[in-house]
């Protein structure tokens, strides 16, 4: 049974940080492309952060020099580390695992960024 579960989330104020993780079970996880995305009742899901199976890294532009994606394969495990967080990054964030045609998500997690 695949699984993604993602924690982290909560509410911090503008300049502050979180760390999201997600948790996968069920699959080779050390094999697939991982990502984060993230979504507001006003936009499409979009996303924020890749790392693929060996390792590189991308981000979009808003969220450059900021966020750090990573992940442990041993814990099969991926996080996001938020910097500097701004209003605009409240969303609900999304952990994808992708593999050729082959896409599992996991449940959400709310980031709220007020004062």
């Known amino acids: 049974q695949v699984q993604l579960v993602e924690s982290g989330g909560g509410l911090v104020q503008p300049g502050g940080s979180l760390r999201l993780s997600c948790a996968a079970s069920?699959?080779?996880?050390?094999?697939?492309?991982m990502n984060w995305y993230r979504q507001t009742k006003e936009k499409q899901r979009e996303l924020v952060a890749t790392?693929?199976?060996?390792?590189?890294?991308n981000y979009a532009d808003s969220v450059q020099g900021r966020f750090t994606i990573s992940r442990d394969n041993a814990k099969n495990t991926m996080y996001l580390q938020m910097n500097s967080l701004k209003p605009e990054d409240t969303a609900v964030y999304y952990c994808?695992?992708?593999?050729?045609?082959?896409?599992?998500w996991g449940q959400g997690t709310q980031v709220t960024v007020s004062s």
């Open positions: 994808n695992a992708q593999r050729a045609t082959i896409y599992y």
């Open positions: 069920g699959f080779t996880f050390s094999s697939y492309h």
């Open positions: 790392i693929t199976s060996g390792g590189r890294t």
